[in-house]
């Protein structure tokens, strides 16, 4: 069993910057994939951005450039900064991990980002 808890959210206007916070607990073993997803009202939840851990790393179009995804494994932390924000990137953003086999998700419980133009 894991357990993710993000934080890092608020409100902030178009070009500025937030950084996201997962903090992960429980067993976290072997190889695993960790990522941010965001669900905008109205829309399907999608990837932003995830990282292995053996840190590959795979972003969305969308926030190429602007977003750096990175996750500390030993202390079971992973972060999303956000740079250069746009009012498209609104959304509630969710902590993902994918471990184990047969793979098990896990999210967290989401975390709102609100960009002003």
């Known amino acids: 069993q894991a357990q993710l808890v993000e934080s890092g959210g608020g409100s902030v206007q178009a070009g500025g910057s937030l950084r996201l916070s997962c903090a992960a607990s429980?067993?976290?073993?072997?190889?695993?994939?960790m990522g941010w997803y965001r669900q905008a009202p109205g829309q399907q939840r999608e990837l932003v951005a995830s990282?292995?851990?053996?840190?590959?790393?795979n972003y969305a179009d969308s926030v190429k450039g602007r977003f750096t995804i990175s996750r500390d494994s030993a202390k079971k932390m992973m972060y999303l900064q956000m740079n250069s924000l746009k009012p498209e990137d609104t959304a509630v953003y969710y902590c993902?991990?994918?471990?184990?086999?047969?793979?098990?998700?896990?999210w967290g419980q989401g975390t709102q980002v609100t960009v002003s133009s």
């Open positions: 993902n991990l994918q471990i184990g086999v047969p793979k098990r998700d896990y």
């Open positions: 429980g067993s976290i073993f072997g190889f695993n994939v």
């Open positions: 990282i292995s851990s053996v840190s590959n790393t």
